[in-house]
């Protein structure tokens, strides 16, 4: 079975670090591009991050120099997303992705691979 599943995530304070993963099944992570999404209450769901074909990063500006996302080292098919100096307005679902085209903005979104997405809430 085809999936990615995600794990982490949770409550952190303002200033605070969390550190998500996410595990492919089925394929072999390493292969595609892969990217960070997130969705917040009453927002549409937007990358954050992404790793393309070339191995270039792309990182938006409101998570630059706080956000990073690696590959696992020791396992193809692992990937993480390390949050730090979190912000309220961090707060959002969080979803992995991979696929040919994950780091296309208009590429459509079914042709991604997936993760289940995991909540990350800041707040005091």
């Known amino acids: 079975q085809v999936q990615l599943v995600q794990s982490g995530g949770g409550v952190a304070q303002p200033g605070g670090s969390l550190t998500l993963s996410c595990k492919s099944s089925?394929?072999?992570?390493?292969?595609?591009?892969i990217a960070w999404y997130r969705q917040a209450p009453g927002k549409e769901r937007e990358g954050i991050l992404c790793?393309?074909?070339?191995?270039?990063?792309?990182t938006v500006d409101a998570v630059k120099g706080r956000f990073k996302m690696s590959r696992g080292r020791q396992d193809n098919n692992l990937m993480f997303l390390e949050m730090n100096s979190l912000k309220p307005e961090d707060t959002a679902v969080y979803y992995c992705?991979?696929?040919?085209?994950?780091?296309?903005?208009?590429?459509?979104?079914?042709?991604?691979?997936w993760g289940q997405g995991t909540q990350v809430t800041v707040s005091s």
């Open positions: 992705a991979a696929g040919p085209r994950v780091c296309d903005s208009a590429a459509n979104p079914k042709d991604h691979y």
């Open positions: 790793i393309d074909s070339d191995r270039s990063t792309i």
């Open positions: 089925g394929f072999t992570l390493s292969n595609y591009p």
